[in-house]
């Protein structure tokens, strides 16, 4: 069984949903059960009248394990450098979405790359969908991530297995990248062709990402805005507002506060704003209205951003506030201090049947909820206590 899985991430609602073990299981038993994370499903055998449940998981090197971003801790791509950049040619926009979808038909241009996976949005269900595209007409042609959650890399396989492709650019969320790089690291050759066909992966960057519903819930129901009145989502700048702008020019706002509570809940316990694990992230914070950040953390990032401004495909200059995405990257201690608390209920969760870890879990759990004003912590617990 996957145990890990269903423990340490599943139950503690902490998937991000970024599918990357769905692609990787190596049995294709875990599948989505349309809430925010997948579950397996093991095929079963029929004997006789009765039907048994097969572990398809004993003999497995554990793929979804080895992926899933949210069983380890990782540390920051330091950034190299941060510009503001507004795509040019076709697009023509100083939006994130903008931006990206350039880089990327810069480098297809260039045979960089061949493909892309991304989340994308359905035009006329607005839905979002997880889409692997090959040309630039498509890539042109395509919205781009829209704060709408759909298991981006449940199409990875399509790209590297049904359509051969061998150069691939992932866009996502930071979670994303974290799955990928994380991927990237393992040392189990049978993820060598995942780790070989992915190149580039580019980051939004991110404070949380809804559900589907609601846009049938705020936007459709609530507001009366028919679904194919709406072309995109847009965050403005502040973070403040989820606007939607609709096809004949007026925009719709949703005030962040009543879009939280569709958020994934997996993103209540995130700490990568900036995309920090990916080759590039993108986000309108740290620059002015008609531009975006373009943070470059690699050297494969530098590469396809010096394409593309080469392709005059991206304008970019210097005029970042760092002192603003400082402050969004200081944001993520509140969120560390969120992570930590899954550790103490796992702790806490083990310390049940294991006497000898209930000392260790209490002095946790204490340092965790303890104010700052409480002067004498240790007069709480002691080092000896057991806990009993
Ligand atoms: S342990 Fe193996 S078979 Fe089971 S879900 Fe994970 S990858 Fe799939
Ligand atoms: S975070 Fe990604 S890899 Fe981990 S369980 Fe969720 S979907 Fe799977
Ligand atoms: S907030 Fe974190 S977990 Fe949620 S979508 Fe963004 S990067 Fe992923």
Same mark, same amino acid.
């Given at each position: 069984m996957v145990k890990r899985l269903e423990t340490e991430v599943w139950a503690l609602d902490d998937c991000t949903g970024c599918g990357l073990c769905v692609?990787?299981?190596?049995?294709?038993?875990?599948?989505?059960n349309a809430k925010e994370h997948p579950l397996l499903v093991p095929p079963v055998k029929t004997l006789g009248y009765t039907k048994k449940p097969l572990d398809s998981c004993s003999f497995c090197d554990k793929l979804c394990e080895e992926?899933?971003?949210?069983?380890?801790?990782?540390?920051?791509?330091?950034?190299?450098?941060?510009?503001?950049?507004?795509?040019?040619?076709?697009?023509? @926009? *100083?939006?994130?979405? =903008? /931006?990206?979808?350039?880089? &990327?038909?810069?480098?297809?241009? @260039? *045979?960089?790359?061949? =493909? /892309?996976?991304?989340?994308? &949005?359905?035009?006329?269900?607005?839905?979002?969908?997880?889409?692997?595209?090959?040309t630039v007409e498509e890539i042109v042609g395509s919205i781009g991530p829209q704060y709408l959650w759909a298991p981006t890399l449940d199409v990875l396989n399509e790209a590297i297995f049904d359509r051969g492709m061998e150069n691939i650019a992932v866009v996502g969320t930071p979670c994303t990248a974290q799955a990928i790089r994380k991927m990237k690291h393992s040392t189990n050759p049978r993820l060598k062709l995942y780790q070989e066909?992915?190149?580039?992966?580019?980051?939004?960057?991110?404070?949380?990402?809804?559900?589907?519903?609601?846009?049938?819930e705020v936007l459709v129901k609530g507001m009366g805005v028919s679904r194919d009145m709406v072309m995109r989502l847009e965050l403005s700048?502040?973070?403040?507002?989820?606007?939607?702008?609709?096809?004949?020019?007026?925009?719709?706002?949703?005030?962040?506060?009543?879009?939280?509570?569709?958020?994934?809940?997996?993103?209540?316990?995130?700490?990568?704003?900036?995309?920090?694990?990916?080759?590039?992230?993108?986000?309108?914070?740290?620059?002015?209205?008609?531009?975006?950040?373009?943070?470059?953390?690699?050297r494969t990032g530098d590469v396809f951003t010096r394409n593309a401004v080469k392709m005059n495909l991206i304008e970019t200059s210097d005029e970042v506030d760092m002192a603003a995405l400082d402050s969004a990257a200081n944001e993520k201690d509140k969120r560390e201090r969120a992570q930590e608390f899954n550790d103490v209920q796992l702790l806490m969760l083990d310390a049940l049947a294991d006497p000898l870890k209930r000392s260790e879990a209490i002095q946790q759990f204490v340092r965790l909820y303890r104010t700052p004003t409480r002067t004498k912590p240790q007069e709480i617990v002691r080092s000896d206590c057991t806990g009993c």
């Open positions: 692609a990787a299981c190596s049995k294709q038993v875990l599948h989505w992926v899933c971003p949210r069983l380890e801790r990782w540390v920051p791509l330091d950034p190299q450098v941060a510009l503001a950049a507004r795509a040019r040619g076709p697009i023509k @926009t *100083g939006t994130p979405n =903008g /931006v990206i979808l350039s880089i &990327l038909s810069a480098g297809r241009s @260039t *045979g960089l790359l061949d =493909g /892309v996976v991304m989340l994308d &949005l359905d035009p006329w269900e607005l839905k979002p969908i997880a889409r692997v595209t090959s066909a992915i190149r580039l992966t580019i980051s939004t960057f991110c404070t949380g990402i809804y559900r589907p519903e609601l846009i049938e700048p502040d973070n403040q507002w989820l606007h939607a702008v609709l096809w004949d020019g007026d925009v719709r706002t949703i005030p962040l506060q009543q879009a939280e509570e569709y958020t994934l809940s997996g993103c209540g316990s995130c700490i990568d704003y900036l995309g920090e694990s990916a080759d590039l992230a993108v986000g309108t914070l740290g620059t002015s209205e008609d531009m975006s950040t373009l943070i470059i953390r690699t």
